[in-house]
């Protein structure tokens, strides 16, 4: 699956739901729409503002319905969250996400300790999700964490992940995200996993979610644009990482990624200083 690559990338920014979540200290609701704003402003076109996840487990994500009611609706400007059950569904439905991610993990173990499902119950309430944002006429992306392993590499192997991958063609989602939560791709597993996907979900269909493995997760980005594959998230700083997963670092820089990919050929349509700029107002204003 080798070729050139993809010429225009999208990169999605999700800093707002990963990169927050992941901290500590809660961010406040005004600083939020202040960081999202610079985001926009910076050229950022994808935006994943929230996790409509339990306010007990994620104290930093329990302002996501005030966030979408407040925010401002920019033309040509997606405004995204990201749901782990029905409930959660219910609630971006509710508060007018106009697209949602619905995520599952390829680990039951991580599933059980992330949204308290294992796999074969994560799949079916992935299924009831679908079922709710067709209802509601919302556009869905599915996404598969620890798509390339949980605690080891190669504990989720390639072919578990294509078979999984054929059960969510069902949920009719517009893209498969395949999540590197644990931090253990490496560029040879993602031309594998990759291609255990593709029949059920051409590369064109994908986006990749790395974390920052082992110095490695620049090389990973560079092989799925060799695969095919045409979107990225990254987080502003870098910020991000799995609450439940204390190991895994930080998401790639957004800056580092748009120069990356220019360098390359490729357009983001991202200003990296302006992200660079954001980041540095959030490391002096954050409260």
């Known amino acids: 699956m080798k070729g050139e690559g993809p010429r225009g990338v999208l990169v999605r920014e999700v800093g707002p739901r990963d990169g927050f979540q992941s901290l500590d200290r809660v961010v406040t609701t ?3 729409i202040e960081v999202i704003g610079r985001l926009v402003r ?13 306010p007990k487990r994620v104290p930093q994500m329990a302002d996501a319905a005030e966030l979408f009611h407040v925010l401002p609706k920019t033309p040509g400007v997606t405004l995204s969250a990201l749901v782990l059950n029905l409930g959660g569904m219910a609630r971006a439905v509710e508060a007018g996400v106009g697209l949602v991610e619905a995520s599952v993990s390829a680990s039951g173990e991580h599933g ?17 999700m679908a079922a709710s944002a067709r209802k509601a006429g919302v556009a869905l992306w599915a ?12 504990d989720v192997s390639a072919g578990a992940v294509g078979e999984i991958s054929r059960r969510l ?17 490496d560029p040879e597993a993602v031309g594998r996993v990759v291609e255990a996907v ?3 979900w051409e590369p064109d269909r994908l986006l990749l979610h790395f974390h920052d493995s082992r110095g490695r997760a620049m ?10 594959v045409p979107r990225y ?4 700083g870098g910020l991000g990482g799995c609450p439940f997963l204390p190991h895994a670092p930080g998401n790639l820089d957004t800056a580092a990624v748009v120069k990356l990919l220019e360098s390359q050929g490729h357009e983001t349509g991202i200003n990296p200083e302006e992200v660079k700029a954001c980041a540095q107002w959030f490391a002096e204003n954050r409260r």
């Open 169 to 185: 063609v069902d949920t009719g989602a517009e893209v498969l995200v395949l999540a590197d939560t644990a931090a253990l791709a």
């Open 42 to 54: 910076a050229g950022c076109t994808h935006v994943q503002a929230a996790s409509f996840v339990s």
């Open 143 to 154: 996404s598969l964490q620890c798509a390339f392993g949980h605690r080891v590499a190669g």
């Open 198 to 200: 593709a029949p059920a």
């Open 219 to 228: 090389d990973n980005l560079l092989s799925g644009l060799s695969a095919g």
């Open 30 to 32: 005004d600083v939020k």
């Open 112 to 128: 059980l300790a992330n949204a308290g499902m294992d796999l074969a119950r994560g799949l079916d309430e992935m299924d009831r």
């Open 233 to 236: 998230d990254a987080s502003f």
